[in-house]
């Protein structure tokens, strides 16, 4: 499953999560940083055999899982992370004819977030389609607006994601950081971050360190994935994660630092590799 069909289909509500299903726990965190996986990369994976996994190698959570498998997730003691929100990558927040039913939908989405214990939920700006940069930044302010209190009243953070609009999202407006970080300070809530990966950025920006640094403070959640490819971060690419790492754990990030790259070997070989990279 590729992930735009992932986000295009997860439903709005989970089923119920009951406590005694928490049997096992993450392991204790290792190194600096809270390692998490998304669940799109690994679809052929059975959910129960990749929370296993990860709690094995000590990981924390799991992103962009569906509901329905929100249970298997909780059931092994990790965190929901950036859980589906109420816009898609081509139809956001910079369109203000959007904003209606995005609200309506967030507020049962936030709902459901909240009762599973979700730290984050995601959203997009949407393509332009012919708008300008500037007008759309000033709907998605507008957008965030509307929606940040329920956040805010639950405790869950609202990412905004990064993408290249170069390689694979062709029209994505949100796909450089000065752009984003523009609108986050706009918006001006602790609960509404840009979710920032690396492999978009790295195409995009390059530069990719003295960003990290420079955007610290509207930075609430990061992704991985090896450039060119989206495969493995390891020395087969051209990005040197166990800098970008030490980088980010430098900053005093106390967030998630998410894999989603798509691996071409064993798949839980291939993120083993990448949480011992990122250990720092």
């Known amino acids: 499953m590729e992930r735009r ?4 289909g997860a439903g709005l509500a989970a089923a119920a999560l009951p406590g ?49 498998e929100w249970p298997a997730v909780q059931k092994h003691g990790l965190k929901l992370t950036v859980v589906p929100g109420p816009t898609t990558i081509p139809e956001g927040l910079n369109r203000r004819e959007n904003h209606d039913a995005a609200e309506q939908k967030f507020r049962v989405q936030i709902e459901e977030a909240a009762k599973a214990g979700a730290h984050s939920i995601i959203v997009f700006s949407g393509n332009r389609k012919g708008m300008a940069d500037e007008q759309g930044a000033e ?20 990412v905004m994601e990064l993408l290249n609009s170069k390689v694979n999202h062709k029209d994505y ?20 971050k840009l979710l920032y990966d690396v492999y978009h950025m790295q195409i995009m920006e390059g530069d990719i360190i003295r960003t990290i640094n420079e955007y610290k403070d509207v930075i609430g959640h990061y992704h991985t994935g090896g450039n060119p490819g989206r495969n493995e971060i390891d020395e087969t690419q051209e990005i040197y994660y166990p800098a970008v790492a030490r980088a980010v754990a430098e900053t005093g990030f106390s967030g998630y630092f998410a894999h989603e790259f798509i691996p ?12 011992k990279i990122c250990t720092v």
């Open 20 to 68: 005694a299903m928490q049997a096992q726990r993450p392991s204790p965190p290792r190194g600096r940083l809270k390692q998490s996986v998304c669940r799109w990369c690994y679809g052929k994976t059975p959910i129960d055999d990749l929370a296993a996994a990860c709690v094995k190698m000590g990981i924390e959570a799991i992103d962009l899982v569906d509901p329905k």
């Open 173 to 192: 407006m949100c796909d450089r950081t000065p752009w984003g970080a523009r609108v986050m300070r706009e918006v001006n809530s602790p609960y509404v």
């Open 139 to 158: 709907n998605c302010v507008i957008g965030l607006n509307r929606i940040k209190k329920y956040a805010e009243d639950r405790g869950i953070l609202i």
């Open 5 to 8: 069909q992932f986000l295009s």
């Open 264 to 275: 071409k070997r064993d798949p839980l070989v291939s993120l083993a590799e990448a949480v």
